[in-house]
């Protein structure tokens, strides 16, 4: 008898642990950028898993860039090595739509009802929407800041805790900052990469990309001119050389640049290989139409791929655990990216008072109001629409072709990319 009790014990821990074992629900991750998001992650699903501990998460091999992670996600569609979940850039949402590749949120929404009151405004949830379906939620999002050196203004006769407000005086400071000589740059400009920046003069004059049916280019309208032209004086007056964007970064870090303009998010990045070498300050970045200028919303959302009904419900928590107040309140001091939770901003219990007592971190806060979404262009060229974008400002930064010739030609070429009606 004690013999069968022994048995029937030991038969009903190992049908515990069996059951333990088939109760757990593994989800696999893909993001971008791990210089930026690595530790942020690694934090994360370390916290929700603590939470949740009938779920484990587990990492793809993270993609070097969007651009990377996008083509990425792509080739995997459909097949046995596509993840779970992914993080896209928020102007590749549209791409992956048009292939009903990422699960709608729409009912899952419908099913919590409460979204606001986790946080979730309807504008938050309108970066990650395309034509009104719910394909993500914004995990990380960032509008580009003014970086500089407030030991080279000063130098060159500027007023550090009065930075420069319109892009005439960025571009006259920055002159005078490169006649300083001993290698010292005005300007480092982050066109390269992808279209963000350019979106970023371009909105700012309150220029859009296409028309409002996105049959035509707009962007080579009388605001499209005046962005270029800024970036073309940049060259001309400003001390913007050529370089590439980790030259760039290098040398503003080691303290021979005076402006850098670049995302939110590589503020703690720079936060860190600055150290003590000078006095980093951040401020707003000008617009070339200060009342109806916009800034372009960077950054990605998390999307949730996979088909299993079980697997998408566990999906779903750590989405929006992920893009919820305790991940934004990781994400923010971890990168530079500005909150996309108002609870993380407003609460003492998060972020409120980490902004008191960081305030570098205060531009891209209180440029919030001016963000609307990068744009994401329709069709299945958008990468070729970038680099295109890219190439031709390359010209005028390398002073190859005038600003109107590289606006003309780029405006051409991205019709020509455009999908037909």
Known sequence: MQQFKQLFAAAAISMTFTVAAHAETVLTVHYPMPGFFKDVMDTISKKFMEENPDVKITFANPSATYEEGIQTIMRQAGTAEMPDLTFIGLNRLRMVNERDIPVDLGPFLAKDGNMAEQGFSDNILKLAQVGGKQVGLAFATSNPIMYYNADLVRKAGGNPDGPPKTWDEVIALGGKIKALGDGNEGIDFRWQGDDWMFS??????????????????????????????????????????????????????????????????????????????????????????????????????????????????????????????????????????????????????????????????????????????????????????????????????????????????????????????
Do not use: C
């Open 200 to 421: 970023a003069l371009l909105f700012g004059a309150g220029g859009h990309m296409l028309n409002e049916d996105e049959s035509k280019v707009a962007f080579n309208g009388t605001e499209g001119e005046k962005a270029i032209a800024v970036l073309d004086r940049m060259v001309k007056e400003g001390g913007l050389p050529v370089l590439t964007k980790q030259a760039g970064e290098q040398a503003f870090v080691a303290g021979k640049v005076g402006f850098a303009f670049q995302t939110t998010g590589a503020l703690r990045n720079t936060i860190k290989n600055v150290g003590s070498k000078f006095d980093l300050r951040t401020a707003h970045i000008p617009l070339i139409d200060p009342e109806n200028g916009t800034l372009p919303t960077g950054g990605n959302a998390v999307v949730i791929l996979t088909r299993d009904a079980e697997k998408q419900a566990a999906a779903w928590k750590f989405a929006k655990f992920a893009a919820g107040p305790y991940g934004a309140s990781v994400v923010v001091p971890g990168t530079g990216y500005v909150p996309n939770n108002e609870l993380a901003a407003a609460s003492p219990e998060y972020l409120a008072n980490f902004y008191k007592e960081n305030s570098l971190f205060r531009a891209g806060l209180e440029q919030m109001p001016r963000m609307m979404p990068w744009y994401a262009f329709p069709g299945t060229n958008g990468v070729k629409v970038t680099q295109s974008i890219v190439e031709n400002l390359s010209r005028v930064v390398e002073q190859t072709a005038t600003p109107q010739e590289a606006l003309e030609d780029a405006a051409a070429e991205v019709e020509g990319l455009l999908p037909r009606s």
